[in-house]
Nanobody
Framework: QVQLVESGGGLVQAGGSLRLSCAAS????????MGWFRQAPGKEREFVAGMRWSGGTTSYSDFVKGRFTISRDNAKNTVSLQMNSLKPEDTAIYYC????????????WGQGTQVTVSS
């Protein structure tokens, strides 16, 4: 079992920045792949960024490349999403999720944190 708790959401003006954090606990996290997803009102949940907890290649959706950065802090057991140059279309609930590195389905999800970008 993996427990995930997001924090750091809020209201920001377009062009501003926010940093989301995901505190993870439970099983040995080094064998997991961590992802950030988001869901805007009336839209399906979509993948934003991901990385293996043990490090290595990161992955981003095209709509955030060059603006968002995913990272992890082993000492604090957190995965973060630094979001710069925010746009109103980035407004959504952001979720942290985890899956086994050999799995395709994310089994554990946080409760989500609201990000609102005003124009």
């Amino acid at each position: 079992q993996v427990q995930l708790v997001e924090s750091g959401g809020g209201l920001v003006q377009a062009g501003g920045s926010l940093r989301l954090s995901c505190a993870a606990s439970g099983r040995t996290l080094s064998t997991y792949y961590m992802g950030w997803f988001r869901q805007a009102p009336g839209k399906e949940r979509e993948f934003v960024a991901g990385m293996r907890w043990s490090g290595g290649t990161t992955s981003y959706s095209d709509f955030v490349k060059g603006r968002f950065t995913i990272s992890r802090d082993n000492a604090k057991n957190t995965v973060s999403l630094q979001m710069n140059s925010l746009k109103p279309e980035d407004t959504a609930i952001y979720y942290c999720a985890a899956r086994g590195v050999l799995n395709t389905r994310y089994n554990w999800w946080g409760q989500g944190t609201q990000v609102t970008v005003s124009s």
